[in-house]
């Protein structure tokens, strides 16, 4: 069988609850920020932009993903949820520029579960690359201590490993935080199961543990 993200995702047809609560503090950050137009970058099944589709209706939301077929699927599927749908390779300038958005078009550029394939380069890339059209950018990303690798190259990083990444960006200020409560149980059990985590610790990793970052930037001019 061929790999790809469309062959990953293609019998993803319903957004999964589980996957809304897990990403609470991520979509809150999204309702706290005064949104008419907004843009996934990378966005797979796009559950959380059906998501805000449904709470949201008035809200102008955007698609964007490298795989023609994914973004044909979603396009099939979504089109009386979603304005628009883009093909771009993110970590191309001249990919996002022939787009031909307009400087500040969206309220805020957001993404889940994409950066961490990224290597430090890319990652930079990807940002600078969309910063013109939105001054604030939301990414959620698995931490450093996440117990499995579910598809790609995966690149799990820790709080100072990814302030050296997005610090030398300029113009911008960031912040980059733990999810809290992070509420993804079967994710911490799989974690407990995997590295033998003893009772007391194991319970103190499903209550007050966390296994997701959480980065908001802002452009500053």
């Known amino acids: 069988m061929n790999k790809s993200w469309f062959n990953y995702y293609k019998n993803h047809n319903s957004v999964a609850l589980s996957n809304i609560l897990l990403h609470w503090p991520y979509l809150l950050n999204m309702f706290l920020i005064n949104h008419k137009k907004i843009l996934e970058i990378g966005c797979g099944p796009a559950d959380h932009s059906v998501f805000l589709s449904s709470v949201s209706p008035r809200t102008q939301i955007s698609l964007l993903d490298y795989d023609k077929n994914i973004i044909n699927s979603l396009r099939s599927r979504l089109s009386n949820k979603i304005s628009k749908f883009y093909v771009c390779d993110i970590t191309s300038k001249k990919s996002v520029d022939r787009l031909k958005f307009k400087k500040n078009e969206f309220d805020l550029i957001y993404s889940q579960g994409l950066m961490e394939h990224f290597d430090k380069k890319d990652f930079q890339t990807i940002i600078k690359n969309f910063l013109p059209y939105s001054k604030k950018i939301l990414i959620s990303i698995p931490a450093e201590n996440y ?25 911008i200020e960031f912040k980059i935080n733990k ?12 974690k407990i199961k995997k590295e033998k985590i003893g009772f007391f610790n194991a319970i103190y990793l499903i209550l007050f543990g966390s296994l997701h970052y959480l980065i908001k930037v802002d452009r500053s001019n």
């Open 179 to 190: 999810y809290f409560p992070d509420i993804g149980i079967r994710t911490k059990i799989i």
């Open 147 to 171: 117990p499995n690798r579910d598809f790609g190259n995966e690149l799990l990083r820790n709080k100072e490993q990814l302030i050296k990444i997005i610090k030398p960006i300029k113009n």
